[in-house]
Structures are given as C-alpha cells and as structure tokens.
C-alpha cells in the first residue's frame, strides 16, 4: 500500500498549487480520501476529504473554503488538492489519507509534501 504525495513547493501570497496524491496496492474507489496539513509544533489539521466511489460529497475546513478544491480520479488512483488564493498561513507539510469506506480503521497515510507560501 503507497500514497505518494507530489506538487510541494515554495509559492508566492495569492499564487496557485496543486497537489497530487497518486494512490496504489487497494481499491481506491471504495476509499475517502482526505488531505491533512501540519506545521511544526501543531496538531495535524483536517484540510477537506472527498467520499468514496464518485466523490459525491466533498467538506471543507472554514479557513480553504473557497480557496480550495478536492477531487479524485479513480481511473488514475489519484486525488488532487487545487490550492488558489494562497495565503502565508497556509504553510504547512500537507499529506493526504485513505480511509476504507467499509472498515473505517483501515486509513492510510502519505509522507507528506511541503508547501510554502512566502515572497
């Protein structure tokens, strides 16, 4: 099983990014998927998740509504984070997650990408 995050980088205030989570070694389809960021010294924070199957139902955390998009491709085992409008506090290592939609323990993690929004 590999989640394998892609699409880091060091980005001007108001620029775009987008993140790749390439998927393998489970059925993507039957899993949610989610991105978390987390900066030094802070908990982990739920970014936005997106349901199995179609994708369907997508949530977003107050702070990247707006700014942010979440979709999947099951074709290609990958979800995507589509990052506009980005701010200095968006800073963070984001990492994706899979969560079984059928035995919620079984999850799964990336190892992250760093994003840096600085001039």
């Known amino acids: 099983v590999q989640l394998v995050e892609s699409g880091g980088g060091l980005v001007q205030p108001g620029g775009s990014l987008r993140l790749s989570c390439a998927a393998s070694?489970?059925?993507?389809?039957?899993?949610?998927m989610s991105w978390y960021r987390q900066v030094p010294g802070k908990e982990r924070e739920l970014v936005c998740y997106?349901?199995?199957?179609?994708?369907?139902?997508?949530n977003y955390a107050d702070s990247v509504k707006g700014r942010f998009t979440i979709t999947r491709d099951n074709a290609k085992n990958t979800v995507y984070l589509q990052m506009n409008s980005l701010k200095p506090e968006d800073t963070a290592v984001y990492y994706c997650?899979?969560?079984?939609?059928?035995?919620?323990?079984?999850?799964?993690w990336g190892q992250g990408t760093q994003v840096t929004v600085s001039s």
């Open positions: 997650k899979g969560t079984s939609s059928q035995i919620r323990s079984r999850q799964y």
């Open positions: 070694g489970f059925t993507f389809s039957t899993y949610a």
């Open positions: 997106i349901t199995s199957g179609g994708g369907s139902t997508t």
